[in-house]
């Protein structure tokens, strides 16, 4: 099988409190895996040193192959990694379009003067907005936009890259049934469409099997089931 | 993040893009024909190099949220390289200044590579540190002795010496509102460049930036070596004007007159600065404080803005327009209110 992103053996402690204990799995290219488990089962701590937010204290992470263990979470975002944040952090005095062209602008597409005031639905920035539900918000400041249109900002971020992985933080955890049908919508077309593989943590049982193949339960640091769906 | 910067940016938001700036030089290169005396044309030929001083500081403090209480750094080791190259090293004065950006840089790159993995008050704090730093030694030793014996450096500072003996006063009023307007141009374009763009996305929310492939600090260390260029570009005009290096040129006041100008006048606007810092310092010249009330003063200014102009004039009348303007009944931000950080890590 062909392996998109592994993960052997990881290992992470806070002050002494151990948090991930010897985590190993991997992910195949398009492959759509979820990740299950109580609160302080260590899901955001991997979600971290998947991404590059967080080193772990030992074992490595690799990329088609490649060992990317020490590489930070813009450098991985640039090798087609991308995450997003169980809460948003907009960019307070950034419109949303403007927001979605820094993104693009990391990985060398779309400038801000590109398609000058915007009001075309052409150009990767107006693409990314309309895919994601936005283009009408694109002139609205990130910081007034609701927590459903933060969460597709957030999607519309990801996207950007063109990612072979997408890592979902909870985040559908704070969202309406509407919004939530929505994402989970274009993460289905993201996942069939562009064969973009992901990672989705959650609480939700039902809403990983709607989406996943594979689900990973954590608890206590460690992986003690796997399933196949 | 700087606690002012939750201004929506865009084409209804921006009231300086019309005929508002032409309108300002106009009155500027006109002033002088008002048959003003001597004193009033040295208080603004000084206040448009402060403007541009302070519209340097808005590049790292302000668009790029760097809060940097050592920006008298660069532009004091701009007018003290003036001051040396030319008395000492017999240095043609344009071969001098040249020499004097290009140094202002190194030293700003040097102090963005040393803040660069810091944040928020932590920043503030190391480059007060720099400039405190540079400053004693400027101001406690007399470092070396001059032709004919006599002590140069400490408080009395360094001469520079001129091809000229006395700069007709207008020559330098003029000279130096072209150095604002040029700057300030090129500061303007910068901020609204992809550079600008993404220094202000840094600003916001650095791990949001990260997240999107930014890398953040090699963008906080750009932002200082730019607005070090631009201040060490002020140092140098301003050397030429007042013919003498001194420690005030890198005091702490300067610096944090700098970021209560650019507060007053709206904090990442570039515009905002450098009307803040030209009116604010013809003002403070009228009053002439002492230094200690001035600081004061400056304290009590940047508090009251904060407080209750976060977004400063320029803010304040963006977010007027964005009021007027708008027309699907989105109510905009309050300006200084940002969402909270945190992700629940």
Redesign the interface.
């Known amino acids: 099988m062909t392996v998109l992103l592994s993960a052997e053996g990881i290992r992470k402690s806070f002050d002494g409190t151990r948090v991930l204990d010897g985590v190993s799995f991997s992910i195949a290219p398009g492959e759509p895996v979820g990740v299950f488990g109580p609160n302080g089962a260590g899901k955001?701590?991997l979600v971290?040193i998947l991404?590059g937010?967080l080193r772990p204290d030992a074992g490595k992470v690799s990329l088609e192959g490649k060992e990317i263990t020490r590489l930070?979470?813009?450098?991985r975002?640039?090798l087609g990694i991308?995450?997003t944040?169980?809460?948003?952090?907009?960019?307070?005095?950034?419109?949303v379009r403007?927001?979605v062209?820094?993104?693009l602008?990391?990985?060398g597409r779309g400038?801000?003067?590109e398609k000058g005031?915007g009001d075309s639905a052409d150009g990767p920035v107006e693409e990314l907005l309309a895919r994601t539900g936005l283009f009408n918000q694109r002139?609205?400041?990130c910081?007034?936009l609701s927590q459903g249109c933060l969460h597709r900002l957030e999607f519309a971020?990801a996207l950007?890259?063109r990612p072979k992985l997408l890592i979902l933080d909870e985040v559908f955890s704070a969202l309406s049934a509407a919004d939530e049908e929505d994402l989970l919508a274009l993460l289905r077309k993201t996942n069939g469409d562009d064969g973009t593989a992901f990672l989705l943590v959650s609480h939700n049982p039902p809403l990983l099997k709607s989406v996943c193949q594979r689900i990973l339960v954590l608890e206590e640091g460690r992986i003690v089931r796997e399933r196949n769906l | 993040m700087s606690p002012w910067r939750t201004l929506p940016s865009g084409p209804w938001a921006d009231p300086f893009r019309g005929g508002w700036l032409a309108a300002g030089i106009g009155l500027l290169l006109l002033f002088p024909l008002s048959s003003p005396n001597a004193y009033f044309i040295d208080v603004f030929t000084t206040g448009f190099l402060l403007a541009a001083f302070t519209a340097s500081w808005d590049v790292i403090g302000g668009i790029a949220g760097q809060f940097t209480l050592g920006h008298a750094l660069p532009f004091g080791v701009a007018t003290y390289a003036c001051a040396l190259l030319t008395s000492v090293a017999g240095w043609p004065l344009p071969l001098a200044c040249a020499a004097a950006v290009l140094l202002a840089a190194l030293v700003g790159t040097a102090m963005g590579a040393l803040s660069a993995p810091l944040s928020g008050p932590f920043v503030a704090l190391l480059t007060l540190s720099l400039g405190e730093i540079a400053h004693e030694v400027a101001a406690g030793h007399t470092f070396f002795s001059g032709p004919g014996g006599y002590a140069w450096g400490g408080e009395g500072g360094i001469p520079v010496t001129l091809p000229w003996v006395d700069a007709p006063p207008l020559a330098s009023y003029y000279a130096a509102l072209c150095l604002l307007c040029l700057a300030s141009f090129a500061m303007l374009r910068l901020s609204r460049s992809r550079m600008g763009l993404i220094l202000r996305a840094v600003a916001g929310s650095p791990i949001t930036a990260q997240a999107s492939g930014i890398p953040i600090e090699r963008f906080k260390r750009m932002a200082f070596t730019v607005g070090s260029v631009f201040a060490g570009t002020a140092g140098a005009g301003f050397a030429v004007h007042v013919g003498r290096a001194t420690a005030t040129d890198l005091s702490l006041e300067l610096s944090f007159q700098a970021a209560t100008f650019a507060a007053v006048g709206g904090c990442g606007t570039i515009v905002g600065p450098v009307v803040g810092a030209l009116v604010l310092h013809v003002l403070l010249q009228a009053l002439s404080l002492p230094p200690s009330a001035r600081v004061l003063l400056y304290a009590l200014t940047l508090l009251v803005t904060l407080r209750f102009f976060p977004g400063g004039v320029v803010g304040t009348v963006r977010m007027a327009a964005w009021r007027v303007l708008r027309k699907d009944g989105v109510r905009p931000p309050r300006a200084g209110v940002g969402r909270p950080e945190g992700d629940g890590r």
């Open positions: 955001t701590t971290n991404s937010l930070s979470l813009d450098a975002y640039r991308a995450r944040f169980q809460i948003p952090h907009p960019y307070p005095s950034l419109l403007e927001a062209s820094v993104a602008a990391a990985n400038t801000p003067e005031a002139f609205v400041p910081s007034l971020r950007a890259c």
